[in-house]
Each structure stands twice: as C-alpha cells, then as structure tokens.
C-alpha cells in the first residue's frame, strides 16, 4: 500500500452521511473500564487506528480488550499483569499517559514512558503530573531511559485537592480516573468543560461512580469498586460532524448529517452562517450547505464552548474560499499551522501573523515560554482561490482532514500522503465521501 489518498477534486458532495462514535470519548471510556469490577462492553466505538493501538496496548499489559462486533468493543482489566508499557506502544498514542489510572488502581504502580500522538506542538504533561502529585501519588522521571514510574504508598490513591493553573482537556480526564476510585473526597478545579469528558462522567456514574459537577468544579466521593452489566453507548463525534459540514459547505454541496448533537458544535454552527454557509434542522439531522458567496470570517480557536481548535484547519480551507481576508488565532496548541505549507502547494494564499497579545498567559492554553514570545500564532487567509491538484503530505490528523477538504475543491486529481494518520481518527472517511459523490480512494 501506498499509504496515500488519491482525491479528484470539483466536484460538489450531496448526500447523506452518519456520524460515527467520538473518538476522544471513546479512547477515555475504554482506559476507565480497565478500572472496573467487571467486563465492560462499549457500543458505537469507531474503528480507527488510535482505537486498535489502544486495543493493543492493553493486551500487552495483559488485559483483555477487542472488538467483539462491528462498533463493539469488549474490555477486562481483571487480568493486568504486567506494569510498564512498552515504548513501541506508548510512542503510538497520547492517551498512553493515562493508563496510569488502572495501573495504580490495580498494581498500585506503573512504568510509562513519554506519550505519543499528533505532532501538535511541544504537548507537555506537567498538568498531568501535578494531578497525581495533588492526590499523593509519587511520581518521577528518568531522563535515562525517558519513562515516568509512579506508585502508590499506601493501597488506595488517596482523594486531594488539586487546582489546574491552566485546564486540559485529558488532564481533566485523567483526574476523575485517579479519584473514582480514591479513598475519600477529591476536589478538581478549574477543569475543562468539553462535551467528551461529560460522557466519561456518565459513563462512570452509571457505574456507581460519585461525581459532582459545579461550574467548573468537579466533586468525586472515592467508591471502592464500579461495576456494570449493561454496554456504554458512545456519542456522535462532533469533530466528525464539523469535518462534514465543512465538505458539504466548501465543495458547494448539500450534506444531511444524521446522529449529530447541534448543542455541541453551536459556536461552529454560528461562524458558518455569519460566513454564508446554510444551515437547517431536518427532524434529528442538520443539513448543511451551499448558500450564497461565503464572505471572509475571522476565527479565534478556544475551549469548550469556543471555537474548537480542532476545527481550524479546515475552517482556513473554507476560508480560502470566502471573498477578502479572513484571520484565525491559535490559542490551544502552539504549532496547530502544519498544513499551511501544504495548502500553499495548492495555490492558497495564507500568511503568518503575530497578534499583538497583551496577557498571552491568559489567552494561551499552552505554557508560555520563559521569554514568553509567541511566534505565528495567526494565519491570513486571502480569499477567494482558485485551487489547483497537488501531491500532499499530512502530519496530524485534523491537518489531514484539511488536505481532503481542500483537494476535493481543487480542480483535478491530487495525492495525500499518510492516509494512515487520517486514518487514526476518521472511520471509513473514503467510504464515507465516496458514498456523496467523492471521487476518492485509497491507494
Ligand atoms: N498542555 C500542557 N501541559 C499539560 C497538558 C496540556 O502544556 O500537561 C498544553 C497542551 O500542549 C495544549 C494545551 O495545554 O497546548 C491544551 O491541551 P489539552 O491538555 O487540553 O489537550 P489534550 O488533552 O492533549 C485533547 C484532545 C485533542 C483536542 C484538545 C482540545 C484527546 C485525546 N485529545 O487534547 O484532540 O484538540 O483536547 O480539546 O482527547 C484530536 O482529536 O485531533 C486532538 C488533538
């Protein structure tokens, strides 16, 4: 295999599609299963490539984790054994990290090394860290063979307080994984509020988990043991639905969108229609579509409920399509900009900028420097382009998305290379598009 996309372009996407589940909610909840009693069967679980990565990775600790049918997934952690994960596995995904959880609950220590995952920037762990620190567990680092190795002094972890100085998105998860089971109270604040982590809350409490949610605050009450009988069903994937709307809006289509929960891509749904693209209810779906000439649009990415910095890379390739200039401001990740370059192969006009940022500690989620000058942090986007076919290399997987996007716009036939870390996120993406008319397929 060639590992790569080949995509002819021009041609306007009409159809219907399904979301498939939430990738960022369904590799938290299977982590949380290994913390159960007893087998936990999860439904509606995409088969992605971070998906099967995590599936091997718990096996190799000696866990039992496998798709038992087509979106099933069976997990029992009963049987972990071993407490370090290989650098081979770990190096795959970021959510690696988090097997810490299970690993002190069951083992009472765990060898890890350094994550994984999409190249988006430097992505640290320190918050993560501070969690177990706060809730008494001894954690540290050797330089020499790059792994973390945390345990337990006493049985249990043991409930704490502990303040995010800035959220994270995982460490908010990683936190309520490490409490559920806590001996006594942890408090956990100033936490994110991303829609993902409110199905892992579910998902724990319908396991008798007790947790609390106030404002930015959540409260657990440690329980000894969760337990359930009856699967977890894992919701839409929002950034899914966001990646079609996009599709259906840029190609100048009309995509129906079924599974798709609006509360939780309001503010996407707003900036669409402010830029001219459609937008209606049809009974449970949202149809999306072409309108009118889009008009440029400018976007400032943020935590839930801003503008997700998930969305912004297509977005900037709708924007090349919008009539004027058209700004988008980082202020999740530090390097989320990968994809200009190869944007620009295709004829985009897109410049880099520095917004003048007075407190960039508090409009920055990542860490600020000691110097704390940030570089490009802003893109230009000068509309509207016409695009031209071109030979692609993706090297994250939303950057990936915004190179489909922008090839199915372009005239002519062009060639995406690392279908696989496309592949790492959406499900059947080429089945999918092919299924509304795209001229796609993988190679
Ligand atoms: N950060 C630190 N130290 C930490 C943790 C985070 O400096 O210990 C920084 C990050 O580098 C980033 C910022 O804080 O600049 C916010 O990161 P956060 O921890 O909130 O993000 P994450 O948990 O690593 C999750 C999703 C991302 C999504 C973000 C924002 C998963 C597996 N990943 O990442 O999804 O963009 O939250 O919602 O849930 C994706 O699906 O492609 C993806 C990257």
């Known amino acids: 295999m060639e590992d790569a996309y080949i995509i002819h372009g021009g041609k306007p996407l009409i159809g219907e599609v399904r979301l498939s589940g939430a990738k960022n909610s369904a590799l938290k909840v299977i982590i949380a299963s290994l913390l159960f009693d007893t087998p936990v069967t999860i439904q509606n679980v995409p088969h992605i490539g971070d998906i099967n990565d995590l599936l091997t990775l718990i096996n190799s600790l000696g866990g039992k ?24 596995y770990a190096s795959k995904i970021r959510v690696s990290f988090m097997l810490f959880a299970p690993l002190l609950y069951r083992l009472g220590k765990g060898n890890i090394p350094n994550p994984g995952g999409c190249r988006i920037g ?12 706060a809730l008494n567990i001894h954690v540290s680092y050797s330089e020499s063979d790059g792994y973390y190795r945390a345990s337990l002094e006493k049985t249990r972890i043991q409930g704490g307080t502990l303040r995010f100085k800035k959220s994270s998105h995982t460490g908010t998860e990683f936190a309520l994984m490490l409490s559920c089971c806590a001996e006594g109270e942890t408090v956990i604040e100033n936490i994110c509020l991303e829609p993902e982590i409110d199905d892992l809350v579910l998902f724990l409490t319908q396991a008798g988990a007790h947790i609390q949610k106030k404002d930015k605050t959540l409260i657990v009450q440690g329980v000894k043991k969760l337990s359930t009988d009856s699967p977890y069903y894992i919701s839409p994937d929002r950034n899914e639905a966001v990646t079609f709307a ?9 995509l129906i969108v079924h599974d798709i929960n609006a509360i939780n891509i309001q503010t996407f749904i707003d900036v669409l229609k402010k830029a001219g693209g459609g937008v209606e ?11 009118r000439q889009l008009s440029a649009t400018d976007v400032t990415t943020g935590v839930h409920p801003r503008f997700m910095t998930d969305w912004q890379a297509p977005w900037a390739v709708l924007m090349t399509q919008a009539e004027g200039d058209s700004t988008l401001h980082e202020t999740v990740f530090e390097n ?52 031209h076919n071109g030979v692609l290399q993706v090297s994250d997987l939303r950057a990936g998305a915004s190179m489909l996007l922008a090839a199915s716009i372009a005239e002519g036939e062009s060639i995406i290379r690392g279908a696989s870390v496309i592949d790492r996120g959406y499900e059947s993406i080429d089945k999918k598009l092919q299924s509304v008319g795209a001229l796609i397929k993988k190679v």
């Open 246 to 254: 996009l599709f259906a809006v840029a190609t100048k289509g009309s």
């Open 336 to 387: 989320r900009f990968s994809y200009v370059e190869e944007l620009r192969k295709l004829g985009a006009h897109i410049d880099y900028f520095s917004p003048l940022v007075h407190n960039p500690n508090d409009i920055y989620q990542f860490n600020i420097s000691k110097n704390g000058a940030q570089k490009h942090q802003a893109i230009r986007i000068h509309g509207k382009t016409l695009l």
């Open 65 to 88: 984790a496998r798709f038992t049918a087509q979106n099933q997934v069976m997990v029992d952690g009963s049987s972990i054994k071993k407490d370090t994960i290989a650098f081979l």
């Open 281 to 291: 209810h049809e009974s449970s779906a949202l149809r999306f579509y072409y309108n």
């Open 122 to 133: 430097s992505r640290p762990i320190d918050r993560h860290i501070e969690c177990m620190r």
